[in-house]
């Protein structure tokens, strides 16, 4: 550890990712700004009957390309994506961790509910056979199992955590993450989120509360996700994972690493008014 100094600043210099829209950054910035959607319709379950019926699934991704097989049997999927999105970072920072800095280099890595599918197979397989649930599933449902993996696969020892706020989790453990590396706690630090929301039950809970978005009248289902229109009326779940690595600027400079932006500030706040409805 160093001491705090909050004047250091902070740079991006990795970034990975695991979306709908493509599970490498050069494929989904390329889809993105030819304006390719990754909505779909639901084909993880029959969807007929809901108002509702688009999601960002990912397809045609070998979860074992990024883990054991055995531990990816074991886990969510959410674990794997944050894994394969922070080594996809870590690879595009160039950053090596070994004896020398490993205690030097944290994990902030969230999820807003962790591995629900995991425990709801758990559930159904213990009304039928209860000596047959996994005695892997509990550490591996967690939100915060993908940090600690992701410490697991990187061999990074520095401080690890997994900060839960709905929403707002990737925001908060990038925000916080730099405010590490200022307060002296490491200089390096792998942060971003993963979620697999994607379960029937789950779907069905946001649908209800009215707040899944529908298309514009007569287009399509891609034309659901538009935050910044006007129109705007609702979101769309989605599956995925994305990771930063962040770093003291002067070491990242020293190391000659490619910066991308600053974390140049960071607030949070709440209305203490209701957990769904803004004041």
Same mark, same amino acid.
């Given at each position: 550890?160093?001491?705090? +100094?909050?004047?250091?600043?902070? &740079?991006?210099?990795?970034?990975? /990712? ?8 050069? =494929? ?14 639901? $084909? ?20 074992? *390309?990024?883990?054991? %097989?055995? &531990?990816?049997?074991?886990? +969510? ?24 800095? =490993? ?34 599933? /509990? ?11 992701? *410490?697991?696969?990187?061999?990074? @020892? ?15 453990? /990038? ?6 590396? @200022? ?10 989120? $993963?979620? $697999? ?8 809970? %946001? ?18 996700? @538009?935050? %910044? ?5 609702? %979101?769309?779940?989605?599956?995925? &994972?994305? &990771? ?29 008014? +209701? ?5």
């Amino acid at each position: 550890m160093r001491k705090p +100094d909050f004047s250091r600043r902070v &740079a991006v210099t990795g970034l990975g /990712i695991v979306s709908p829209v493509g599970t490498d950054i050069p =494929t989904a910035w390329a889809n993105l700004t030819a304006g390719r959607s990754g909505l779909r319709q639901i $084909t993880y379950w029959d969807a007929s009957n809901l108002e509702c019926q688009a999601a960002g699934e990912i397809h045609d991704f070998d979860l074992n *390309a990024w883990m054991d %097989f055995k &531990a990816v049997r074991r886990t +969510d999927k959410n674990v794997v994506f944050g894994v394969a999105a922070a080594k996809q970072a870590a690879a595009d920072a160039g950053l090596v961790i070994d004896a020398s800095n =490993t205690e030097e280099v944290g994990v902030y890595f969230g999820s807003g509910v962790g591995g629900p599918g995991l425990m709801a197979d758990a559930i159904e397989t213990m009304h039928t056979r209860p000596r047959s649930v996994s005695p892997f599933f /509990i550490a591996n449902m967690l939100p915060d199992t993908a940090s600690g993996q992701i *410490a697991i696969e990187l061999g990074a @020892r520095g401080p690890n955590m997994c900060i839960v706020s709905a929403c707002s989790t990737g925001t908060h453990n /990038i925000g916080e993450a730099a405010e590490g590396i @200022r307060r002296g706690d490491f200089h390096t630090v792998v942060c971003g989120s $993963t979620e $697999t929301p994607l379960f029937e039950v789950g779907y069905v809970g %946001f649908s209800n509360m009215r707040g899944m978005g529908t298309p514009r009248d007569g287009e399509g289902l891609t034309s659901i996700s @538009r935050p %910044f229109d006007r129109s705007r009326n609702g %979101f769309v779940l989605g599956e995925g &994972a994305g &990771a930063m690595v962040l770093e003291d600027l002067e070491i990242a400079k020293a190391r000659g690493a490619r910066v991308y932006a600053e974390v140049v500030g960071y607030g949070s706040a709440g209305d203490a008014w +209701d957990l769904i409805q803004p004041v």
